[in-house]
């Protein structure tokens, strides 16, 4: 209903917007920073049950990747939604840790994959149970995992370890990191 | 000693006040006109293409010629909007001083990397030195290209929501290829350029907004995996990806302009013309001089982006697909057979835990649906899924690889490929016979797709349609009389599944020259909306479809001015061969005010579409209208008959 108010007005008012006539003038260059619908939606779809934060592990504060984690870890996958609808992009001035970024809490070398795998929890849990795909592949390669394959037959054969209970993105993210500092192969070919 | 003090302090600040002013009036212009610059060598630069791109000059439909860049930072020069001499002579003279500018305080060459690289290497650093300028470290920059390690560039069109017709303008943003080793296209960054919502700006506001340019258009680097998720998995659009032939000197230019872009200034956004298409197009021209891409008129729809560049030979050297969530779900529950079915059903049912399944393939799919289901977002329906999904992936763990064994899957449908598709105007010709009277039709519209045209390219089995004028001749009277303005016309046919029921629907607003009235040349205002169902026959080629719709009408033909009623409308379209398209259809109309009279109408159509080419399309149409109660001949000449002969372009 919303695209078709849009498209409706759309058609009245294209002549005038063709024209480019009634220009708005911006005083302030700055874009006006909002969180998205989406990212409104995605805090309440990505949590599964209460997440309890695990002792010892870092909060994530995300800026320039547009992360965030509350307190109680639950995550927010504050990744804008550029799509044609609109919606806030965060400028390159918001780039890792250089502008408006309070902490950058991971160590640099768990940044990527941690951030990683709040992105892609979902697709990363089934491709992890399944030992193979494309995504799974990024995440070893974010963890420095060369053999994708050995780390693919880790994940499906310590599936049930690594996501049991009342898993997070983070929680997993470590205890793969555990698992592969557990296997000898596996810690030769990754750089953990 | 204090007095000294003081008076030194003056002198100081006289001294500097002179040179400031000394810069400040006579910047490099004069200088270039003393002879470090020649004015010849200055005049040509200033008109060189390479600088208008940079500075995103564009003609515009009156000839004249100013910067698409709506920010005053992004310029030098108070002229530089329209004068790229002023700009350019302006610029000069900035890298020489230690100003701080654009939204991350940097220094001028920090903030304009490509305009200082150009015009070193246009200059020479000897002319440079002369000007007092010299190179500096630009730490942020130097971090943001790291990020990127850019090596190539991919234009990157994502399709339209399924059950959406609005959304199939699509969007379009690029990856940059990192030159990674062993590299995953997942964790490429990308580059996309939207416009910047706040969150209270709800339907009207942001229409209204849109359209008249009231959003600003933002640059934003995001890691290709979260836009892969974005559109293939919360939205189920498929992704197209462009490989296109741009070097790692290229695509540097290109985020060097984009920086340049980003950290200084803004675009005004506006839905039809300076959009992410039209940006995007702009940033490719500076990092290939030699490609033309912006020569668009009126306006811009993303797919076209994906035209203009595919239309230059050579630019694209590889195209990748990327199905949607959706899409995928399904090819794996296709591919069930009908044991396996049952048990997909007992499994996401409740009826059987997981952990008593023994078929990988079974489980696959009830992880696959899941994961599409939870994407909708339903927070309820997904807190009770959840313990269900887990216990599905945690048994397909334990299960061994489906290898080899494995059904083989039947391929993603394509369809949405862009550059395939028709383009958007048309222009055709008809000729037809009404009773007994012959008419020959002129048509055109601006865009874009209507339900006879061949899918490819678009949401199959949809239509949005914008202006267009159908006028009609007839020869015996030698009258032209206006068949139809279409204001805009939108419909979803979204077949049922066993999975999904969505409802279809239909908008139309229009002005029409109506055949159940005794009079050949009167019109009427006419607005429908209704919805209903659509189901498949057998075959995702065929569909039949049921519309309730509620009609209503304003003209002066009809007695009281206006009339209104229920419509119901059955129908089928048959597409056996993606360039043939058959549709039939019966309507019963009714009209409520007319109390006195037959009630009922029936109008009966029957329409087929042939593709001769990706432009060119032949429609034959046969029409009846008639009191749907009345055994009685009708008083109307309620036959037609047409062929028809459009051209896209």
Known sequence: ?192 | MPAKKTLMTIGAAAVLFALVSISLSMPTAARADAGVIDRAKLDALARSPYWLRLLHYKTGWLGHTRSLVDGPEFFFSKEGRTDARAELVATLAAFSKDLKVGRLKQLPQCAFPERYRYLKSELGPGVLGVLGIKDQACPQLEEFLASFNAKSATLVFSSAYPNSPGSMFGHTFLRINSNATEKNDLLDQGLSFAAAVPKSDGGLTFALKGMLGGYIGQFARVPYYAKVNEYLNSESRDLWEYDLNLNAEESQRLLLNAWELETNSWFDYFFFDENCAYVLLSLLEVAKPDWQLTDFSIYVIPGETVKAVTRIAGAVTGVKFRPSLRKKMYQRLDALDGRQRELFFKVIGGKMPPAEVGDAEVLESVASYLHYEKQKGDVDANNKNAPLLQATLLRRSQLGDVGPARRPLRPVLEDTRPDLGHDPYRVGTSSGVRGSGFFQELNFKFAFHDLLNKDQGYLRFSEIDFPGATVRFLPKSGVWNIEQVQGLALTSLFPMTFLERRPSWKFNLDYYSPKDLPCTTCQLGRVQAGAGATAEIFSPNYIVYALGLLDFEVGSAVRKGFRWGPQLQVATILNPWPDYKMQCAATLISDLLQADRRKLYTLFEWNHSLALSKDWEIRAGFSAISPANSLMGSPIDSKEGKLTLNFYF
Request: one cysteine or more; a positive charge.
């Open chain 1, 1 to 192: 209903m919303k695209i078709l108010t849009i498209v409706l007005l759309a058609l009245a008012l294209a002549p005038a917007a063709m024209a480019q006539t009634a220009k708005k003038k911006h005083k302030t260059a700055p874009a006006p920073q909002a969180e998205t619908k989406q990212a409104a939606k995605a805090t309440k779809t990505n949590e599964e049950g209460p997440s309890g934060g695990v002792p010892g592990e870092p909060d994530i504060d995300g800026c320039g990747l547009g992360w965030q984690v509350t307190d109680s870890q639950s995550i927010i996958g504050a990744i804008t939604r550029g799509t044609t609808n609109g919606t806030v992009p965060p400028s390159f001035g918001m780039t890792s840790g250089s502008l408006g970024c309070k902490k950058v809490p991971f160590t640099k070398r768990d940044q990527a994959g941690a951030t990683y795998a709040v992105s892609n929890y979902d697709s990363l849990r089934i491709e992890m149970a399944e030992g193979q795909g494309e995504v799974l592949a990024a995440f070893a390669r974010t963890l420095g995992c060369g053999d994708t394959a050995a780390f693919g037959r880790m994940t499906k054969k310590n599936y049930g370890t690594l996501l049991e209970g009342q898993s997070t993105p983070v929680r997993m993210f470590y205890k793969v990191k555990q698992q592969i500092q557990l296997d000898p192969a596996l810690t030769a070919s990754c750089a953990v």
